[in-house]
Every structure is written in C-alpha cells, then in structure tokens.
C-alpha cells in the first residue's frame, strides 16, 4: 500500500535550518515526482518544490528558491527538503506528496491535484 511518512520538522530560530525527510513505500518512491507542501494556519496550501524520478529534475516555488534544497535518496526510499535561512513565514505544516505522471513541464508538479496521495505533513515553526 503507498505510504509517506515525514519527519524532521520542528522549532528553529529564523535563520536557522532544518531538514525534512519523506519516506516512502518503495512503490510509492518509485513514482514519477515527489513534491513537499506547505499549509499555514487560515491560508491555502502552498507548492513548496518537487524532484522528478526520471531525471532528478528539481523545481521550486519563489519563495523557496535559493534557501530551499531537495533531494533523494534511491537506496533509501526517501526524499529530502533541506531549508536553509529560515523565516517566521516559513511556520507550516509540511506535507510531501506522490505523483505519477512523469510531467515534461516541471510547473505542473506545483498543482496539489497531480499528486495521487499525501503524507500526515510534519510541523516546522520558526520564531522571529
């Protein structure tokens, strides 16, 4: 059965860092992208950045890019989101997600409705 789990979230300092782990079933890692989200209290959920299996392409919302790293480990059945210079704007639920379309254009895996099942999220907050 697919299954993601995520972990490493928590309470940082702004300017801090901290990185989250998705972990998958080996069928559900083996689908095509793997996106993380974001969900503040009282806003809509939020595209975070995704890395695609195929060729390990990588795309990120602007307001992560260039703090904001993710990864994969194949060995490990696991995806990672490094977030390096924290912000208090950063405070969300992060949850990752399995797509199994393998998308030519990397923006379609910001749409939450590509993505075909969802981890519980983990909490990340960041005090001013």
């Known amino acids: 059965q697919a299954q993601l789990v995520e972990s490493g979230g928590g309470l940082v300092q702004a300017g801090g860092s901290l990185r989250l782990s998705c972990a998958a079933s080996?069928?559900?890692?083996?689908?095509?992208?793997v996106g993380w989200f974001r969900q503040a209290p009282g806003k809509e959920r939020e595209f975070v950045a995704a890395?695609?299996?195929?060729?390990?392409?990588?795309v990120y919302a602007d307001s992560v890019k260039g703090r904001f790293t993710i990864s994969r480990d194949n060995a490990k059945n696991t995806v990672y989101l490094q977030m390096d210079s924290l912000k208090p704007e950063d405070t969300a639920v992060y949850s990752c997600?399995?797509?199994?379309?393998?998308?030519?254009?990397?923006?379609?895996?910001?749409?939450?409705?590509?993505?075909?099942?969802w981890g519980q999220g983990t909490q990340v907050t960041v005090s001013s």
């Open positions: 890395i695609k299996r195929s060729d390990g392409s990588t």
């Open positions: 997600a399995a797509s199994t379309a393998d998308y030519h254009y990397m923006s379609n895996y910001g749409v939450p409705n590509n993505y075909y099942h």
């Open positions: 080996r069928r559900t890692f083996n689908t095509a992208g």
